[in-house]
């Protein structure tokens, strides 16, 4: 089962059942958004099968550019909270899905392939098959975690070793 307390820091060994939960809830969005939708992505640490995560489903979603509004509504009908641009960043939007205090779900919608879409593909994609990096991103999570109570510092200080890693590894692709 995946959800975690908002206001909670948690990380879980790998679950099986949250590729399960992925392809569920991609069929969800893909069903109440058919024509809006180019590709749905599982991505973040649940898609990673060597590596601890919080208990939340991060999908990332190509969306026709002019189908923004359609795929918004669709996700509001299915319970989602659309929450617009995220941080700014043009051609890129986030939505959540929480039940009271519980985060299910994590969505962020892009409105073109650019970079930041196929960083968030390739981590994942990487860390997938080396295992050696997949277990120093392990480790440095597990380590941060223990260190680190509040979600927000956590996923901040985390960003910046991705951003490093993205940087490092993806210069040599």
Request: aromatic share 12%; glycine share 4%; charged share 30%.
């Amino acid at each position: 089962m995946y959800g975690m307390n908002k206001k909670e820091l948690r990380l879980m060994p790998h679950d099986a059942a949250w590729k399960d939960g992925f392809e569920a809830e991609s069929h969800r969005i893909e069903t109440a958004a058919r024509d809006a939708v180019i590709a749905v992505e599982h991505v973040g640490s649940t898609a990673i099968p060597s590596v601890y995560a919080k208990p939340i489903l991060d999908i990332a979603i190509l969306c026709k550019k002019d189908k923004l509004e359609t795929l918004a509504d669709a996700l509001r009908s299915l319970g989602y909270e659309y929450r617009g641009r995220f941080d700014n960043e043009n051609g890129h939007f986030y939505a959540v899905l929480d039940k009271k205090n519980v985060r299910y779900v994590q969505v962020h919608i892009y409105t073109e392939a650019d970079a930041d879409w196929f960083s968030k593909l390739n981590f994942r994609d990487i860390l997938r098959k080396d295992t050696a990096l997949a277990k120093e991103y392990n480790d440095y999570k597990i380590s941060l975690a223990k260190n680190v109570s509040d979600k927000s510092e956590y996923a901040a200080i985390k960003t910046k070793w991705v951003d490093k890693f993205i940087l490092k590894v993806f210069d040599t692709l």
